[in-house]
T-cell receptor, first 113, second 115 residues
């Protein structure tokens, strides 16, 4: 079992609310990622980080923001949720190196009404 | 640019029969190839990877995959399917040349093993 945790697992919220999805890992991994998984189940990288104070945007444009103040913590924030943000959000981490596998959390399923 | 294709959205197989989930890739350098599995309402779990060396890679839960450079394929296989293997399977690729920043995932293949 991978030691990467996401909370909440499920969230139903109204339009305009601010939400933060938490992601923490205890493996000491430098690299962390956020993926958005759409209803067709495809995975889209929206944010990643190489380490503390490092954040980059991924391949899919997202209105969310991330921060990396501590190695183990990589929260994702939506300042004003909209129905189009309804999705499954998956956090992952890995050791440095191109050939390293990713360890995924269980996911946060967000529904915006 | 790197890309990966999973040509089958859905694969059905009877329990006890061999299964194959297909994956083809495109990279400019040499590929790093991965397979992940996702059970309902769960995150992805790493199954196996090919970096270099032996073309047949063995992974978790009895799965294996064969790297074929000439066909640019990395098909996932299992000799005898179990109902519990029913899940969503993702292939992923990373170009070893460093031209791509991160992994590229395929669109996923839903495997259903029928009792």
């Amino acid at each position: 079992e991978a030691d990467i945790y996401q909370t909440p697992r499920y969230l139903v919220i109204g339009t305009g609310k601010k939400i933060t999805l938490e992601c923490s890992q205890t493996m000491g991994h430098d690299k962390m990622y956020w993926y958005q998984q759409d209803p067709g189940m495809e995975l889209h990288l929206i944010h990643y980080s190489y380490g503390v104070n490092s954040t980059e945007k991924g391949d899919l444009s997202s209105e969310s923001t991330v921060s990396r103040i501590r190695t183990e913590h990589f929260p994702l924030t939506l300042e004003s949720a909209r129905p189009s943000h309804t999705s499954q959000y998956l956090c992952a981490s890995s050791d440095p190196g191109d050939a390293r596998e990713l360890f995924f959390g269980e996911g946060s399923r967000l529904t915006v009404l | 640019a790197q890309s990966v294709a999973q040509p089958e959205d859905q694969v059905n197989v009877a329990e006890g029969n061999p299964l194959t989930v297909k994956c083809t890739y495109s990279v400019s350098g040499n590929p790093y190839l991965f397979w992940y599995v996702q059970y309902p309402n769960r995150g992805l779990q790493f199954l196996l990877k090919y970096i270099t060396g032996d073309n047949l890679v063995k992974g978790s839960y009895g799965f294996e995959a064969e790297f074929n450079k000439s066909q640019t394929s990395f098909h996932l296989k299992k000799p005898s399917a179990l109902v519990s293997d029913s899940a969503l399977y993702f292939c992923a690729v990373r170009d070893s040349s460093g031209s791509a920043r991160q992994l590229t995932f395929g669109s996923g293949t839903q495997l259903t093993v029928l009792p």
